[in-house]
């Protein structure tokens, strides 16, 4: 942590508060410690969505009084609430994706934002859940209220922490406010109302989500604007505010960018606007490997204290140091596949909704991966989402949608440990409209289309690409020292956490990968998050180096493959033909034309 770092520590002898953070704040309007008079308020992000008249101390006193302000919000949002020496209040945000943490021991409750404090906290040292491990393992992230470290939960949905001072001591509650629950919900009973109300709600809710963020930052944002649905979506509603965003493209992905410049150009031609657009290879492997694949997995561990996806192994690192002043406000097109049915099975597919839903949680690594016990103990948890969701009041594929928002929403997603990284899909008003449409509307993506024609209109028939489309030059997690890091990591890490995966497995994809193959890179990503957490805090049990596995690998041949079928160019623009709406029409009726012959 910078020595630059403001302190603010309030407390007493049986109480305590205490806040570290930038003291440098940008260009953002809104402290992180507000203080007046007695009340002290703790902002963990940004409230975008609320009403802040007031600022922070006014929200604190709302929250003290018991109003559920976080309802609004656009996650992630946490706030704690200080009335020195009497009351306290931690209020979580609706989704539960803000990074609070807690535990308690001894009398002694703890609420922390990082779960490896909480446990220092109490215990002086802190262990590996493997619980949580294993859903990572099989998930790609901690599910539910799980956490990297043992007996430390994140705090649940519109859960809200009170304390009040009584005669001896304090008087420590957690109850539900309303959540994701209730607001899901609501959005589905509203299926049966004209399409238009949910198209409205959803403008509405962009809209204000856009005006929102100026009351909170004094510079211009920065939009990420790839080819896709969602950013173009993001985009169209910040064009049509009047709050023009630098633009920001990442072409590892040269349609990426092809199609970026062509919406760029469209402003400029049509409407005379001038944005500022930086295109940029973000996993270029010369911005990668520079820093080492070990290296590279343990600063993102230290940074965001094991949390992190590990397909950003395949990114730059790191700096290994807690920013000394936040980055600038971004606008991220994260979450939109709530309203497109992105993990929805295909549509003439006969697998059930809750089956569909539970494989595509539990496909984080390639089957196999993990250990059988892992794997039915991930199952087990996430068949028991479902069957929630559906006490909800949720049926068909809305069970899918659900479990997308619930779990990779609200554990995977980044935009959980960056303040000021805005994700304007989250605000209630659209997540809402996503649950009010059906299936059917969501496929066609009858929100993006048109709400993009309404916002929009000249960006309407510019075709939509993906990372999918063509080659990319990203950086893959074998390149550079990545197959002698592996290596290195199967003779060494040894703990329990790296017994809840089938080694032989990473063994395999290490081999194909040194013969010059392509292995599925989610078993090699996958491992080398276990294995380097399994070094940190299992240290016990991780073994010397022999660099044995390294040297037989060393002795494979590297071969080059040949092709099979046809040119990956070919591929990439069918599918781009794919992503228009004839071309989506044209492949249904090739595919159903196929299986019909099939059978």
């Known amino acids: 942590m910078p020595d630059s770092y403001a302190r603010r520590d309030l407390g007493g002898d049986d109480w305590g508060v205490t806040v570290l953070h930038c003291a440098d704040q940008g260009a953002y309007r809104w402290p992180t ?58 209020q979580q945000d609706w989704l539960g994706m803000c990074r609070l943490f ?85 959005g589905f009973a509203a299926q049966a109302r004209p399409v238009r109300e949910s198209l409205d709600a959803a403008a509405d809710a962009l809209k204000t989500t856009a005006a929102s963020i100026h009351d909170l930052y004094g510079d211009r944002i920065i939009l990420g604007l790839s080819g896709g649905k969602d950013s173009r979506l993001i985009a169209a509603s910040l064009v049509a505010a009047g709050r023009l965003p630098r633009f920001v493209t990442n072409e590892d992905t040269r349609a990426e960018g092809e199609i970026a410049r062509q919406l760029v150009a469209l402003l400029r031609e049509k409407r005379g606007l001038a944005p500022e657009h930086t295109l940029q290879l ?34 730059p690192a790191q700096r290994g ?37 539970v494989h595509r949680l539990l496909a984080a690594a390639p089957p196999g991966f993990a250990t059988e016990e892992a794997s039915a103990g991930e199952r087990r948890r996430v068949t028991a989402l479902v069957e929630h969701a559906k006490e909800v009041g949720l049926r068909d594929l809305h069970l899918i949608d659900y479990l997308y928002l619930v779990e990779r929403v609200r554990r995977w997603y980044t935009s959980a440990y960056t303040t000021g990284m805005v994700t304007p899909f989250l ?59 592996i290596a290195d990591l199967l003779d060494t890490a040894h703990g329990p956490i790296t017994e809840l995966i089938h080694r032989d497995t990473v063994a395999r994809a290490l081999r194909v990968a040194a013969r010059g193959g392509r292995p599925d890179p989610r078993t090699l990503q996958q491992f080398t998050a276990l294995a380097v957490a399994s070094t940190r805090l299992e240290p016990d049990a991780t073994r010397p180096g022999t660099s044995a596995t390294y040297a037989a690998l060393a002795r494979i041949p590297r071969q080059r493959a040949a092709q099979v079928g046809p040119h990956p160019r070919i591929v990439g623009r069918l599918r781009w033909v794919k992503k228009t709406r004839l071309g989506r029409r044209i492949w249904s009726t090739v595919r159903s034309q196929v299986h019909r012959r099939d059978r």
């Open 102 to 186: 807690t535990a308690k021991a001894d009398g002694v409750t703890v609420v922390c934002t990082r779960p490896s404090l909480v446990a220092a906290f109490l215990h002086g040292t802190a262990a590996p859940d493997l619980d949580g491990w294993a859903s990572y393992a099989v998930c790609g992230h901690f599910g539910g209220e799980l956490s990297p470290i043992r007996g430390v939960r994140q705090l649940r949905p519109g859960e809200r922490m009170t304390g009040r001072r009584r005669e001896g001591g304090w008087e420590v509650a957690s109850t539900h406010r309303p959540g994701v629950d209730d607001l899901v919900a609501n």
């Open 427 to 485: 605000s209630p008003g659209f997540v809402a409209a996503t649950f009010a449409l059906t299936a059917a509307q969501k496929r066609e993506r009858l929100l993006h289309t048109g709400l993009i024609r309404r916002l929009v209109p000249e960006w309407s028939e510019v075709p939509f690409v993906s990372a999918s489309t063509g080659g990319s030059t990203a950086t893959r997690v074998w390149q550079g020292d990545g197959i002698e890091a």
């Open 282 to 315: 973000a996993g270029a492997p010369a911005n990668v490997l520079t820093v080492g694949l070990a290296e590279r997995a343990r600063r993102l561990q230290r940074q965001h204290d094991y949390q992190f996806p590990s397909t950003y192994l395949a990114r």
């Open 33 to 90: 410690v507000a203080a007046e008079g007695p009340l002290t308020a703790v902002s963990l992000g940004l409230p975008v969505g609320i009403d802040v008249s007031g600022g922070p101390v006014a929200l604190a006193r709302r929250l003290l009084a018991g109003e559920d302000a976080h309802t609004d919000v656009v996650p992630p949002f946490g706030l704690v609430a200080v009335d020195e020496g009497e009351r306290v209040s931690v």
């Open 321 to 357: 140091r807690l920013p000394e002043r936040p980055r600038g406000a971004t606008f991220t097109g994260a979450a939109g596949e709530l309203a497109t049915g992105y993990w929805y099975p295909p549509a003439d597919s006969d697998v059930p909704p809750d089956q569909a839903a």
